[in-house]
């Protein structure tokens, strides 16, 4: 094709190269372009936390798993402790029903929470006893006074208790809650910036996302003061079993098959001395006959 001939054919089509003339002047001239101080400051956002957000991938995972590290904070004063207890009690016979409404008491009297409640009856007649589990919630302030209180309830049979540091997982939640919170002031402000609707967009998805993660966080850290500001303590109540539960009248049945038992075997020992027996007396006959001679 001539020059002549490619001039015309963009002469005939002059509006679609203006048109790809105002495009490419758009992409490289709007400031919240891909190529432009969007990018500039999204990449900016991105390497002042070390890369991809926590926002990004709790999108990708479809949940959330952050890293608490593996440290215990000891530089820390104030420490994060957490404590649980089990106790295990056997209580008199005939007062389990009294015992669980003391330890009903002393969780009503604490401001306790009896969280879960679970009592059988096993057996029956003399030989039925009760069995409770309880879980309660009790406020730490108040935990050794109360631990002492349930232990009255009956005879211990064993307590265990365990108390553990989390205060380097809570620093690491806070510390990490922190910084999620100014990545979204700085995502929010490039929203209010933005001019493009597709930037907008993208910034709002992100924007979503991030909220999701601090939320997330947030729970975790309210979780954490629950756990620390009250204790689990899982009590639980045995009734004493009847001394007399497995003595019980020998039925007749019981006496037939002894009786028939034992003349069976007298049978079986009679039957065994009889050849010793005749063996003797022989013996004895021909000693006669040998000392007569």
Do not use: C
Not at 74 to 86: G, L
Not at 173 to 180: G, I, P, S
Not at 227 to 252: G, Q
């Amino acid at each position: 094709m001539s020059m002549k001939e490619q001039f015309e054919t963009v002469k005939n089509n002059w509006l679609l190269v203006l048109l790809v003339i105002i495009v490419l002047g758009a992409s490289m001239f709007n400031p919240f372009s891909s190529s432009g101080s969007f990018k500039a400051m999204n990449s900016a956002v991105y390497d002042s936390y070390g890369g991809v957000g926590m926002a990004e991938m709790a999108v990708a995972s479809r949940g959330y798993a952050p890293s608490y590290g593996g440290d215990f904070a000891p530089e820390v004063e104030e420490r994060k402790i957490t404590k649980t207890a089990s106790l295990n009690s056997e209580v008199e016979r005939g007062t389990f029903h009294d015992s669980e409404a003391k330890l009903k008491a002393i969780v009503t009297s604490s401001d306790s929470y009896l969280l879960n409640e679970n009592v059988n009856k096993y057996g029956k007649d003399k030989k039925s006893y009760y069995y409770g589990y309880y879980s309660i919630k009790v406020d730490t302030a108040k935990y050794d006074s109360i631990i002492l209180q349930l232990k009255e309830l009956g005879e211990v049979q064993s307590f265990n208790e365990n108390a553990q540091d989390i205060t380097g997982s809570y620093t690491s939640v806070a510390d990490n809650l922190a910084l999620e919170r100014e990545r979204l002031a700085r995502f929010q402000s490039m929203y209010d910036e933005a001019k493009d609707v597709s930037d907008k967009i993208e910034l709002n998805d992100r924007i979503f996302n991030q909220e999701r993660t601090i939320k997330y966080y947030e729970d975790s850290l309210e979780n954490m003061d629950k756990r620390i500001e009250y204790s689990t303590v899982s009590v639980t109540l045995n009734e004493e079993r009847s001394d007399y539960a497995n003595i019980a009248f020998v039925k007749i049945s019981e006496l037939v098959d002894g009786f028939v038992d034992s003349l069976s075997n007298l049978f079986k020992f009679v039957v065994i001395l009889i050849p010793w027996a005749v063996g003797l007396f022989i013996i004895r006959l021909f000693w006669r006959l040998f000392k007569k001679k």
